[in-house]
């Protein structure tokens, strides 16, 4: 019954940002881990940026220096800051946490970013 909600995506020029959120139903400390993930069409879904319950993130080298993931413990919200985005970046982009409990994989639904002039 754990549920991931994305938004923020849409349509931007290249050299644009946006910022994708993702709203927990329940408290993220509850997870071990949470991450995001995009997947183009046609392409196998990637990971693009993690962060552990002590708020220590990692990057893909593609997004490093253009994306900050980030998380905000007291509203249940983990964020993507993306700046300069460049038309490689198109794809849907995905939510993903890890429950504590139990081990299981909980996705978003996916929100859609579309780099493009």
């Known amino acids: 019954q754990v549920q991931l909600v994305e938004s923020g995506g849409g349509l931007v020029q290249p050299g644009g940002s946006l910022r994708l959120s993702c709203a927990a139903s329940?408290?993220?400390?509850?997870?071990?881990?949470m991450g995001w993930y995009r997947q183009a069409p046609g392409k196998e879904r990637e990971l693009v940026a993690s962060i552990t319950s002590s708020g220590t993130a990692n990057y893909q080298d593609s997004v490093k220096g253009r994306f900050t993931m980030s998380r905000d413990n007291a509203r249940n919200m983990v964020y993507l800051q993306m700046n300069s985005l460049k038309a490689e970046d198109t794809a849907v982009y995905y939510c993903?946490?890890?429950?504590?409990?139990?081990?299981?994989?909980?996705w978003g639904q996916g929100t859609l970013v579309t780099v493009s002039s």
């Open positions: 329940e408290s993220i400390f509850n997870f071990n881990g």
């Open positions: 993903k946490a890890v429950t504590r409990s139990t081990y299981l994989i909980v």
